[in-house]
């Protein structure tokens, strides 16, 4: 339409031209009807000559006038190849903007996206970066301790760590390190029942308790249950007097010693709840967040049998194609629960979106009001990329990292929100894609299935030993996991999408495959944990670098 509009435009110029032309060079105005009939023979003879020179002067190797030269000829040829050009290159665009990379070729719920070519750093970071630190938490044997006698502590402190296995765990590094500022003794912590996990593990049901209290020796006293001499220990669980409450989350040091230590002087034995993440970072001493290094890294070991099957499960992912081969590891947090808590909106039917809608109204009453804030609060948390991947966004991003549809895939999640339809671009797409449960037999895991948190544990130790590490959302199960490498030298790789950005990619109908490719790999050369300097109100368990780490 467009090239129509100019040519009729470009017609209209060069007829009209020549009639002002030759009535601005008329001295005298002729008979009005003599002078239309002029006009008309005038019009038909320029028209026809005009028609010829315009068809002569584009194409002159059709035209039969022996006068055109070669140097118009060549001219012409090259208008005609600017033209070709310019149809392919629109073409192109257009085949690359219609093949955006969250439809990449989409058949039923299979997804197809073009190959990437595999990159020699696909399973590992750069040696330099893993030689560079190195960790310095551990128990020295020429470290003198500095532990009082039990007669000369201030008293018992008692906490119930309360929430998931990973959760826990931090609570418990936090007691300690608390038990250290307030010169207290800590009665073994108890692992208070989730309502989400429905669980009844003890301590020592996952822990090696005597490697704990035995570890820790030089730095904090560590005993197995309430002194005898405390008569009423119910009243340690329920006694409001025996009970420090309203602690600030991320408190400083400095609280416990004015508000919590005269009460232990005071009491002897007391409890700290609630207990999760209520001692701070960047606001105590560095030795002090050395300790909770040493307790995460070096004290709390997992029971033998659960170390044992972990290894049993992680030689199995290496040696499943008869070879040895890497493997990777993915923490998929696309469960109901986390679905429903993200209040993010996510593609589906119209039924699925009633019934989310309708567990988010009961299970969060106070944030889902009457729900008409939420489409806006959704747009908002997806541009800020903060809500979790769905399975098939995982699956475009590996693509484009370069991973290949070989790549075997340790998957540790709950039952994912959608079940089957949902999980299928992600499975399709790599389907070397297995789960503990399809790795070890039912015989061999039922003695684990009597603790929840142990199957958390056989999850935890399966992907802190992958080569590769993909972490979907945040979390404390994540965040310990990329520590831990971390920790290890961080010649591990371990990715953490940049949801932002990726957020951004699969919304831009535009976007084409190759400016995606090459998007997701250098955003990502510096989310896959390599050493980064500490920073105010930096999370020490995914990055302990500064405070647990040694320049090597």
């Known amino acids: 339409m467009v090239e129509l509009r100019h040519s009729s435009s470009l017609g209209n110029r060069a007829t009209s031209s020549p009639m002002k032309r030759d009535e601005d060079s008329s001295p005298l105005v002729p008979d009005r009807q003599s002078e239309d009939h002029d006009d008309r023979d005038r019009h038909s003879i320029r028209d026809r000559s005009y028609s010829r020179l315009t068809f002569q002067s584009l194409c002159p190797y059709f035209a039969d006038d022996s006068r055109v030269s070669p140097y118009n000829s060549k001219i012409s040829l090259f208008f ?6 310019a149809a392919l290159i629109a073409v192109f665009s257009i085949v690359r903007r219609l093949n955006s990379p969250y439809l990449c070729e989409k058949d039923g719920i299979t997804l197809h996206c073009p190959p990437v070519k595999e990159r020699p ?38 906490i119930h760590a309360e929430g998931g296995l990973n959760q826990q765990r931090i ?23 989730d309502q989400i996990w429905k669980d009844q593990t003890k301590f020592e049901d996952i822990f090696d308790v005597d490697h704990f209290i035995n570890y820790l020796k030089n730095d904090v ?15 340690l669980f329920t006694s409001i007097r025996r009970t420090v409450k309203n602690i600030p989350k991320y408190a400083p ?22 207990f ?52 990777m590891a993915l923490h998929l947090r696309f469960e109901k629960g986390m679905v429903g808590l993200s209040f993010c909106d996510f593609v589906g039917t119209r039924e699925e979106k009633v019934k989310m809608a309708e567990y988010r109204k009961k299970e969060w009453p106070r944030r889902y009001k009457n729900g008409s804030h939420l489409w806006q609060l959704a747009l908002q948390k ?33 039952q994912v929100y959608g079940g089957q339809n949902r999980m299928a671009p992600l499975r399709n797409m790599f ?7 399809e790795l070890a037999t039912k015989e061999e895991l039922d003695s684990f299935r009597k603790h929840v948190t142990s199957l958390a544990a056989l999850d935890f130790l399966v992907c802190l030993k992958s080569d590769v590490f993909v972490m979907t959302h945040g979390g404390n199960f994540a965040k310990l996991i990329i520590g831990a490498r971390r920790y290890l030298g961080h010649r591990l790789k371990s990715i953490k999408p940049d949801k932002g950005l990726m957020s951004k990619s699969f919304g831009d109908p535009y976007m084409g495959w190759a400016p995606f490719v090459e998007d997701v790999v250098v955003t990502h050369q510096t989310r896959t944990g390599l050493p980064e300097e500490t920073f105010p109100n930096y999370d020490l368990w995914e990055n302990p670098l500064t405070p647990c780490m040694c320049r090597a």
């Not at 390190?177 to 912590?189: C, E, Q």
């Not at 966004?393 to 070989?406: S, T």
Request: proline content about 8%; some cysteine; aromatic content about 8%.
């Open 80 to 85: 005609v190849f600017l033209v070709v050009a």
């Open 121 to 158: 750093s696909l399973w590992e970071n750069p040696y330099s970066a893993t030689t560079s630190w190195k960790p310095c938490a551990e128990l020295r044997d020429s470290e003198i301790s500095d532990l009082p006698p039990e007669n000369e502590t201030n008293g018992y402190i008692f």
């Open 171 to 193: 609570a418990i590094c936090n007691a300690v390190a608390v038990a250290k500022i307030l010169n207290a003794t800590l009665i073994l912590p108890v692992l208070k029942q």
């Open 221 to 235: 006293r560590v005993v197995r249950d309430i002194p005898d001499w405390f008569t009423d220990k119910t009243e």
């Open 253 to 274: 040091a400095q609280f416990y010693i004015d508000n919590v230590l005269p009460r232990i002087k005071e009491k002897k034995i007391m409890a700290l709840k609630p």
């Open 276 to 327: 999760v993440d209520r001692l701070g970072y960047d606001n105590v001493p560095s030795e002090i967040n050395r300790l909770r290094c040493r307790v995460n890294y070096h004290a709390l070991k997992f029971l033998p049998d659960i170390e044992h099957m972990a290894d049993v499960l992680a030689s199995r992912m290496r040696s499943r194609t008869n070879s040895s081969n890497p493997y």
């Open 382 to 414: 997806r541009k800020e990329g903060r809500c979790p991947l769905e399975p098939g966004e995982v699956a475009v991003i590996l693509r484009a990292m370069g991973y290949p549809k070989e790549t075997q895939i340790y998957v540790a999640s709950g």
């Open 431 to 437: 389907p070397n894609l297995v789960t503990k449960e």
